[in-house]
């Protein structure tokens, strides 16, 4: 029985009380939403850099946004798997892409879904089944290490199980990882139990998806190409030598380290950054 003498319980009972519950969204109006535990939330645009920015990425970027928009017209179009190196752009361009449709007005929302989430995606696409719009369902960072239910889960909602995904709805899923399949699989761990049989399982996910779209590392022209691209956009002198130094500080070129190198720029320079 809870003591209501104890003071802690009644500071929670009035914090409760005075947090509103979360409020459950109209998925046929707005374009941003994010599902949880709580159910549908609309979100406010998030910020993303013009298509035009992504260098070093033509064919991905092209091949992604033709599909968007076929899906967005109502014509067939595929689930996608973005897969590859850290910070190239596949997270972000799936949400400029999405932006781009949202300001010529198709009538397509994107759902992002977290992987704490992932085991109650047949109540989502429950709750989008009789919505009059079409949908892309974001899942990012995919990583199912260890657990083959939920593979075997997110396999059957892509293709022909009992609670597939909606017509209207497709997915796109970004990972690190070609294939999906779990690194100490990759790097065949002893411990693991018929290996060949778990990375088969990982294989036949990755197979559901219609594109599969890689990523891979930034050689220096194209880094420094993503530096110059953003000194542009955003009116500042361009030093490719000091680009080169910021990225050998980091150990890495990316489209990622590219734009931390354009916000120190800026900042030094004392000039604002505007993104869309």
Request: aromatic share 6%; net charge neutral.
């Amino acid at each position: 029985m809870t003591d209501l003498s104890d003071p802690a319980v009644r500071i929670a009972a009035a914090l409760e009380r005075l947090s509103p519950p979360p409020a459950i969204a109209d998925p046929a109006r707005g374009h941003w939403f994010v599902w949880t535990a709580a159910g549908l939330e609309a979100v406010a645009a998030p910020r993303t850099n013009p298509i035009d920015l992504y260098v070093g990425v033509d064919a991905q970027k092209a091949t992604l946004a033709e599909n968007a928009r076929r899906h967005a017209e109502g014509l067939p179009a595929h689930d996608v798997l973005l897969w590859g190196a850290r910070g190239m752009g596949k997270s972000s361009l799936v949400r400029a892409v999405h932006a781009a449709l949202a300001a010529a007005a198709k009538d397509v929302a994107l759902v992002q879904v977290a992987q704490p989430d992932l085991a109650s995606l047949a109540q989502l696409f429950k709750r989008l089944a009789d919505v009059q719009r079409r949908f892309t369902i974001f899942l990012d960072d995919l990583s199912l290490d260890g657990d083959n239910g939920e593979v075997h889960a997110l396999r059957s909602l892509l293709d022909g199980g009992v609670m597939a995904r909606p017509d209207h709805v497709r997915l796109a899923v970004t990972s690190n990882r070609r294939n999906l399949v779990p690194r100490s699989l990759s790097e065949n761990d002893a411990d693991a139990i018929n290996p060949r049989d778990a990375a088969d399982d990982k294989l036949a996910l990755a197979d559901r998806f219609g594109l599969r779209l890689g990523f891979h590392n930034c050689d220096q022209p194209t880094y420094l190409a993503i530096c110059a691209g953003y000194a542009a956009a955003h009116g500042l002198a361009f030093d490719p030598a000091a680009a080169l130094a910021w990225a050998a500080g980091r150990g890495a070129r990316s489209g990622r380290v590219a734009w931390q190198y354009t916000v120190e720029a800026a900042g030094a320079a004392g000039v604002g950054l505007v993104r869309a």
